[in-house]
């Protein structure tokens, strides 16, 4: 990443988190901005099945959006590409003033590892790591593992208890609290959310989807949420159809070879 | 924190895989490292242990053959050589010690040997070092019914001084052979790892003249421990004995000898490699198979750590860790199980020929041998590694919606 780019980025990063922070405002400085983004994957007969065609998006700093989507609308691919996992075909993703898209994949990685923390559907806990290990890996390929603010993390989720206990030994709740806390170790800008709740009974996923509301604002950090149930939509800055932020996701749009 | 403890809770969530992989290493390197040890370490031993004699002249046969049985106390003696012999080699000018010795006797499978003790005890076993008591006294007399006998087969016969025994006739035990004699024990030598350890001595007259033994050969002895001036004047004696006599055989240097009989089972130590060999490849095998396996149950859990940030090169040195800590493991324990194994054959070899083995000393192939494994098992764990390095993240971790 260029010198000037970097620093550019942090002087913005610190400005919109002091200002968040102090006034839980919005600083109108886009954290994330897409631009027309493309991703397509190949089909089994050679031709290539778009997948995501996102014109435009942006996300404010400190900003909890929620974009709705049916099944193969492209949210999850919409993440991906988002925290680096894809690499887009065409267009700019440029987080903190970081253009995803125009670096390498091992920039990718690291700036995923400071940027951006990630709550997937499933969780995706590492089976073989205690809890406190768990999110020790969520700082560790970023900002460097701290143990005391894991610690203090989980505790302030109501783990403080089952810091070496294992994923498979907690409750399907508690797995989802932990997932939360590693997605915030290492303080990131913008926490994308993949269908968290999908494993949680109504009940459970509307507690997960407020804890996740609160620790965001706790860390002063965006929060970028795809899902496909109404209902846990509620309490977010913006909620959006997908289906009018990507083209791609209308059945039989845009196919390219 | 990070690929120091990603290695380690890999190894430990499949524990059992890896347990059997360092094991089969382990056991593929000791193995390999104790065959060879024990090949280099018996054949110096054998040819370091001449009991302090340059040459052994014996009856007309094979030159191992008389070094085995008169030194080593090992094979049968090719037959005796008359007292004639003994006397004329014994006067020869190159000659220093000419120890005549005669066999055909055990006590509970340990040899009789009859020898002038104060010949025997004259000479240097090793430079500096001669016979010695360790309890008792020395047999007085060439024709008393006395025995001296050495530490090792005290020790595993449980003689004493006072204690008494009758000789058994022939080279091995058979309780229906006993002689009539009554030998009475007045001495036990102090250990000289050498096969002297394991016989029990007696006069010389004493086994000539034993019960049962034929009285036409009473003066006739088995071989005779030679001793030279110069260990290069047994020229002259192999070109006496043995290129223009017909009678005897001069078995001279013992060392080169010994060299002999390394040279017939050489064979066999080849095979044992080609085993150590076989285990292993198989053992890498396993490592790779072990690791590869692993990774491919973790294509999720190296997608996670992916996608929390760590880098392709991350999660290809946490799988190739993976195969090296494994074999450094089993090159541990490899070292380990030599150690055993080594003393085991020490153990064995010191019973059965007296010779005993340096198990601490060191050699080349303790480190070779570990660190060749452990670059093999690097190179085994390359294919997972970079299966992990090239796997699709966002494949591995949920499908796309």
């Given at each position: 990443?260029?010198?000037?780019?970097?620093?550019?980025?942090?002087?913005?990063?610190?400005?919109c988190?002091s200002a968040h922070r102090a006034f839980g405002l919005s600083t109108g400085v886009?954290?994330?901005?897409?631009?027309?983004?493309?991703?397509?994957?190949?089909?089994?007969?050679?031709?290539?099945?778009?997948?995501?065609?996102?014109?435009?998006?942006?996300?404010e700093a400190g900003r909890?959006?929620?974009?709705?989507?049916?099944?193969?609308?492209?949210?999850?691919?919409?993440?991906?590409?988002?925290?680096?996992?894809?690499?887009?075909?065409?267009?700019?993703?440029?987080?903190?003033?970081?253009?995803?898209?125009?670096?390498?994949?091992?920039?990718?990685?690291?700036?995923?590892?400071?940027?951006?923390?990630?709550?997937?559907?499933?969780?995706?806990?590492?089976?073989?790591?205690?809890?406190?290990?768990?999110?020790?890996?969520?700082?560790?390929?970023?900002?460097?593992?701290?143990?005391?603010?894991?610690?203090?993390?989980?505790?302030?989720?109501?783990?403080?208890?089952?810091?070496?206990?294992?994923?498979?030994?907690?409750?399907?709740?508690?797995?989802?609290?932990?997932?939360?806390?590693?997605?915030?170790?290492?303080?990131?800008?913008?926490?994308?959310?993949?269908?968290?709740?999908?494993?949680?009974?109504?009940?459970?996923?509307?507690?997960?989807?407020?804890?996740?509301?609160?620790?965001?604002?706790?860390?002063g950090?965006?929060?970028?949420?795809?899902?496909?149930?109404?209902?846990?939509?509620?309490?977010?800055d913006?909620?959006?159809?997908?289906?009018?932020?990507?083209?791609?996701?209308?059945?039989?749009?845009?196919?390219?070879? | 924190?990070?690929?120091?403890?990603?290695?380690?809770?890999?190894?430990?969530?499949?524990?059992?895989?890896?347990?059997?992989?360092?094991?089969?290493?382990?056991?593929?390197?000791?193995?390999?490292?104790?065959?060879?040890?024990?090949?280099?370490?018996?054949?110096?031993?054998?040819?370091?242990?001449?009991?302090?004699?340059?040459?052994?002249?014996?009856?007309?046969?094979?030159?191992?053959?008389?070094?085995?049985?008169?030194?080593?106390?090992?094979?049968?003696?090719?037959?005796?050589?008359?007292?004639?012999?003994?006397?004329?080699?014994?006067?020869?000018?190159?000659?220093?010690?000419?120890?005549?010795?005669?066999?055909?006797?055990?006590?509970?499978?340990?040899?009789?040997?009859?020898?002038?003790?104060?010949?025997?005890?004259?000479?240097?076993?090793?430079?500096?070092?001669?016979?010695?008591?360790?309890?008792?006294?020395?047999?007085?007399?060439?024709?008393?019914?006395?025995?001296?006998?050495?530490?090792?087969?005290?020790?595993?016969?449980?003689?004493?001084?006072?204690?008494?025994?009758?000789?058994?006739?022939?080279?091995?035990?058979?309780?229906?052979?006993?002689?009539?004699?009554?030998?009475?024990?007045?001495?036990?030598?102090?250990?000289?790892?050498?096969?002297?350890?394991?016989?029990?001595?007696?006069?010389?007259?004493?086994?000539?003249?034993?019960?049962?033994?034929?009285?036409?050969?009473?003066?006739?002895?088995?071989?005779?421990?030679?001793?030279?001036?110069?260990?290069?004047?047994?020229?002259?004696?192999?070109?006496?004995?043995?290129?223009?006599?017909?009678?005897?055989?001069?078995?001279?240097?013992?060392?080169?000898?010994?060299?002999?009989?390394?040279?017939?089972?050489?064979?066999?130590?080849?095979?044992?490699?080609?085993?150590?060999?076989?285990?292993?490849?198989?053992?890498?095998?396993?490592?790779?198979?072990?690791?590869?396996?692993?990774?491919?149950?973790?294509?999720?859990?190296?997608?996670?750590?992916?996608?929390?940030?760590?880098?392709?090169?991350?999660?290809?040195?946490?799988?190739?860790?993976?195969?090296?800590?494994?074999?450094?493991?089993?090159?541990?324990?490899?070292?380990?199980?030599?150690?055993?194994?080594?003393?085991?054959?020490?153990?064995?070899?010191?019973?059965?020929?007296?010779?005993?083995?340096?198990?601490?000393?060191?050699?080349?192939?303790?480190?070779?041998?570990?660190?060749?494994?452990?670059?093999?098992?690097?190179?085994?764990?390359?294919?997972?590694?970079?299966?992990?390095?090239?796997?699709?993240?966002?494949?591995?971790?949920?499908?796309?919606?």
């Amino acid at each position: 990443m260029p010198r000037t780019v970097r620093w550019r980025g942090r002087v913005r990063r610190a400005f919109c988190l002091s200002a968040h922070r102090a006034f839980g405002l919005s600083t109108g400085v886009p954290l994330l901005q897409i631009e027309h983004l493309e991703k397509s994957f190949p089909a089994p007969d050679g031709s290539r099945h778009a997948v995501l065609d996102v014109p435009h998006f942006a996300l404010e700093a400190g900003r909890h959006v929620a974009l709705r989507g049916t099944s193969g609308s492209g949210k999850t691919t919409l993440l991906h590409c988002i925290a680096g996992i894809h690499a887009p075909d065409r267009g700019r993703i440029v987080i903190d003033g970081v253009d995803m898209a125009a670096l390498s994949e091992a920039r990718r990685d690291r700036t995923r590892a400071q940027l951006l923390g990630y709550v997937f559907q499933t969780f995706n806990l590492l089976q073989g790591f205690t809890v406190l290990e768990n999110v020790l890996l969520g700082m560790a390929f970023g900002p460097g593992a701290d143990a005391a603010r894991a610690t203090t993390l989980l505790g302030t989720l109501g783990l403080g208890d089952k810091l070496q206990h294992f994923p498979r030994q907690l409750s399907t709740g508690q797995q989802q609290r932990v997932a939360v806390a590693r997605a915030l170790a290492h303080r990131p800008r913008l926490v994308l959310a993949d269908e968290p709740t999908a494993s949680l009974d109504p009940a459970a996923a509307r507690a997960a989807i407020n804890l996740l509301h609160v620790a965001c604002r706790n860390e002063g950090a965006a929060l970028l949420m795809v899902s496909h149930s109404p209902e846990l939509l509620a309490g977010f800055d913006e909620t959006l159809d997908l289906a009018t932020l990507n083209r791609a996701a209308v059945p039989g749009l845009k196919t390219e070879n | 924190m990070t690929l120091g403890r990603i290695i380690y809770r890999s190894l430990r969530q499949h524990a059992l895989s890896t347990s059997v992989a360092a094991a089969s290493i382990a056991l593929a390197g000791g193995l390999a490292i104790t065959v060879w040890r024990v090949k280099d370490q018996a054949q110096a031993s054998f040819s370091q242990v001449s009991a302090g004699f340059d040459a052994v002249l014996g009856a007309r046969g094979s030159r191992l053959q008389i070094v085995l049985n008169a030194i080593f106390h090992l094979e049968a003696s090719p037959g005796n050589i008359a007292q004639a012999d003994y006397e004329q080699i014994a006067a020869h000018p190159a000659v220093l010690h000419a120890v005549p010795i005669a066999v055909g006797d055990n006590y509970h499978g340990f040899r009789i040997v009859g020898v002038p003790y104060e010949a025997l005890a004259a000479v240097e076993l090793t430079p500096g070092r001669r016979l010695a008591l360790a309890a008792g006294r020395a047999i007085d007399g060439a024709d008393g019914h006395e025995a001296v006998v050495g530490a090792f087969a005290a020790r595993r016969l449980g003689l004493a001084v006072g204690d008494t025994f009758h000789p058994y006739h022939g080279l091995y035990f058979d309780e229906a052979a006993q002689h009539a004699e009554t030998y009475t024990v007045v001495g036990v030598l102090q250990s000289t790892n050498t096969p002297i350890d394991r016989v029990i001595l007696i006069p010389l007259a004493g086994v000539q003249t034993m019960s049962g033994h034929a009285a036409a050969t009473a003066t006739d002895v088995s071989a005779v421990l030679i001793k030279l001036r110069s260990p290069m004047a047994g020229r002259s004696l192999d070109l006496l004995y043995n290129k223009q006599g017909n009678r005897l055989t001069f078995a001279w240097p013992v060392a080169s000898v010994v060299g002999e009989l390394f040279g017939k089972i050489a064979w066999f130590q080849d095979v044992l490699a080609l085993v150590a060999y076989g285990v292993a490849l198989v053992a890498i095998g396993s490592v790779l198979v072990s690791v590869y396996s692993s990774m491919t149950a973790r294509r999720r859990d190296i997608a996670i750590l992916r996608a929390l940030g760590a880098r392709r090169s991350t999660v290809f040195l946490a799988v190739l860790g993976e195969s090296v800590v494994t074999g450094l493991a089993g090159a541990l324990g490899g070292l380990v199980l030599h150690l055993g194994l080594m003393s085991g054959a020490a153990v064995v070899i010191r019973r059965e020929t007296g010779v005993v083995l340096d198990v601490a000393s060191w050699a080349p192939v303790i480190a070779i041998v570990p660190a060749a494994l452990l670059v093999l098992c690097a190179i085994a764990g390359l294919v997972p590694a970079w299966k992990a390095y090239r796997l699709p993240v966002a494949d591995a971790l949920t499908p796309v919606s």
